[in-house]
């Protein structure tokens, strides 16, 4: 799975003016990766 990991930066991805203060994490608790996938893209 960590081989196919595509790295798609976010539009808000460049340099801040202010440090960060949160950090989210996201989890789908799907049945699989490929379910997980398929709802998220």
Not at 6 to 35: E, G, K, V, W
């Amino acid at each position: 799975i960590v081989n196919s990991i595509i790295q798609i930066p976010s539009p808000n991805f460049d340099a801040r003016q202010c440090a960060i203060s949160h950090i989210i994490l996201h989890y789908t608790d799907m049945s699989d990766c490929d379910a997980a996938l398929a709802r998220l893209c």
